[in-house]
């Protein structure tokens, strides 16, 4: 079993920069894949980044070159800096963790992000 905490996030205006963490406990997160996901009201939930446990990353378009994605084995946190952030990135966003075949997941609890002047 993982567990996962999400912090850092709130409300910041247009342009802004946030930076979100998770950490995991219950388990090292080394193996795992890790990733943000995001749900805006009335919204699915999408994929924002993710990370695998080689550290290939993949972004969904809407965030390429604002978000960085990043993890830290050591203490078993992954980060999601985002810059340049919009009124659209307005959301929960939420950690999750995967691993095995067939895959097992972990979801955080979620955190507000708003973006709002």
């Known amino acids: 079993q993982v567990q996962l905490v999400e912090s850092g996030g709130g409300l910041v205006q247009p342009g802004g920069s946030l930076r979100l963490s998770c950490v995991a406990s219950?388990?090292?997160?080394?193996?795992?894949?890790m990733g943000w996901y995001r749900q805006a009201p009335g919204k699915l939930r999408e994929t924002v980044a993710f990370?695998?446990?080689?550290?290939?990353?993949q972004y969904a378009d809407s965030v390429k070159g604002r978000f960085t994605i990043s993890r830290d084995n050591a203490k078993n946190t992954v980060y999601l800096q985002m810059d340049s952030l919009k009124p659209e990135d307005t959301a929960v966003y939420y950690c999750?963790?995967?691993?095995?075949?067939?895959?097992?997941?972990?979801w955080g609890q979620g955190i507000q992000v708003t973006v709002s002047s």
């Open positions: 999750r963790a995967t691993i095995g075949i067939p895959r097992q997941e972990y």
């Open positions: 990370i695998t446990s080689y550290a290939d990353i």
């Open positions: 219950g388990s090292e997160i080394s193996q795992y894949g």
